[in-house]
């Protein structure tokens, strides 16, 4: 067994995968942008899959739900420009057609394509020449998981793609992804998609526990702007063609295969945040010394997801007293006296007051365009690591409306 090693290929490093993309116009008035993705599996796959927790779901996201209960799928079949969210029965049925046409495409049944849509809420799918570009897919397939990864993009600046290999009982083993999301950037399991493949023989719960634990360390760590996106999908699938003895959890084997796979979510989690709209700036937020790991978290995210902090921020302004602010309603337990908070280890309060740093010091870090911050309650062994960013006038124009 060895620690995994970074490769080239995305989706389709793993044997047997292959991604294709084609330009439909699912959005008017975009020609030159390939819009719907198609990834495939040239045996049969284990699915599975986390989705939004917000009570406000797309279409896509209950189909996929569904699907992924059989535990079974080969195809991902993903479009963006249109969320088909708050779209009624209209929108259910259009997110069926897409896996129906997909199957009719590549010769499956309904049930073994997994469905994503990004982009407006609200307009319903133009279905119908979507199915025609669907039908015209299979004979794009290839290693293509660049166009897949772009085809998915919404507001993103760049393709976000990673692949890694690691070593187990001998075989060689691959998980590749791709993703999107720049904006409604909160996920809970926004509009975040990331979609999983990997060569490795796992059982279906198996692979459903360690998805689940590996977005809980990567997707679940990420805000841009705290908003929770209705089609927040996350789809992972395995074909076995490595021909590794099967994963099981609880071995060494696994954990390498979940190290290897957090690996994979972890990257394109960070490539999500500084791909966030307008963002200037990359913030590792630690919070350490809270109760529990739940009070650390809801520390994090108050002081993540603060306007008054996150303007700070932009401005390189180490403006902590709104960080105590942030702490102090969060809802975690806290001893104002106990805490501690540095930028890149260099102290800014001590004990709950001014550590006494210059003050140019401390905007010294904070004008980096990446840096870390610690903020210390004090009061126990829980922590929370998160991802996040600035809040900036771009994001604001870029916000205010077609």
């Given amino acids: 067994m060895t620690e995994a090693l970074t490769i080239k290929g995305g989706v389709t490093a793993p044997k047997g995968f292959l991604a294709g993309s084609i330009y439909c116009g699912v959005k008017e008035g975009n020609a030159s942008k390939e819009d719907i993705a ?23 996201v209950l189909v996929s739900a569904a699907h992924v209960r059989a535990g079974r799928a080969r195809a991902i079949i993903a479009n963006s420009g249109n969320a088909n969210a708050c779209t009624g029965r209209k929108g259910m049925d259009a997110a069926r057609r897409m896996c129906g046409a997909t199957a009719k495409a590549l010769g499956l049944s309904m049930r073994e394509v997994l469905v994503c849509s990004t982009g407006r809420i609200g307009v319903q799918l133009p279905i119908a020449k979507m199915e025609g570009a669907i039908a015209d897919l299979p004979a794009r397939l290839g290693k293509h998981s660049a166009k897949a990864a772009k085809a998915i993009m919404t507001s993103d600046s760049f393709p976000k793609e990673t692949a890694v290999e690691c070593e187990i009982g001998g075989k060689a083993v691959r998980i590749g992804g ?40 990567s997707f679940n760590r990420i805000t841009v702007d705290g908003d929770m996106s209705t089609n927040d999908t996350v789809l992972a699938l ?27 979510t972890a990257g394109l989690a960070r490539m999500i945040v500084k791909d966030g709209e307008g963002v200037s700036r990359f913030i590792d937020l630690h919070v350490t ?29 180490p403006n902590w007293g709104r960080i105590m602010d942030a702490v102090g309603y969060s809802g975690a337990r806290i001893r104002q006296e106990r805490i501690g908070i540095a930028y890149n280890g260099v102290p800014a309060v001590e004990g ?9 010091r401390l905007q010294a870090v904070a004008r980096k365009k990446e840096f870390t911050i610690t903020v210390d309650l004090g009061v126990g062994s829980g922590s929370f690591l998160i991802w996040t960013t600035d809040l900036t006038s771009k994001y604001v124009e870029f916000n205010m409306g077609e």
């Fill in 38 to 60: 198609l990834i495939f599996s040239e045996s049969p796959a284990v699915a599975a899959g986390t989705f939004t927790t917000n009570q406000v779901k797309a279409a896509p």
């Fill in 178 to 217: 791709i993703a999107k999301g720049a904006g409604m950037i909160d996920p809970n399991m926004a509009t975040m998609l990331s979609f999983i493949t990997t060569d490795a023989v796992i059982g279906k719960g198996d692979l459903q526990k360690a998805l689940r634990a590996s977005v809980g360390q």
């Fill in 238 to 264: 395995a074909n076995g063609q490595a021909g590794n003895t099967r994963l099981i959890r609880g071995t060494a084997e696994f954990a390498v295969f979940q190290a290897a796979l957090d690996r994979v």
């Fill in 289 to 317: 010394g809270a109760r529990t790991e739940r009070e650390a978290r809801l520390a994090a995210r108050a002081v993540a997801n603060s306007t008054l902090v996150k303007c700070a921020w932009y401005g390189g302004d």
């Fill in 352 to 360: 709950g007051m001014p550590s006494g740093t210059p003050a140019s």
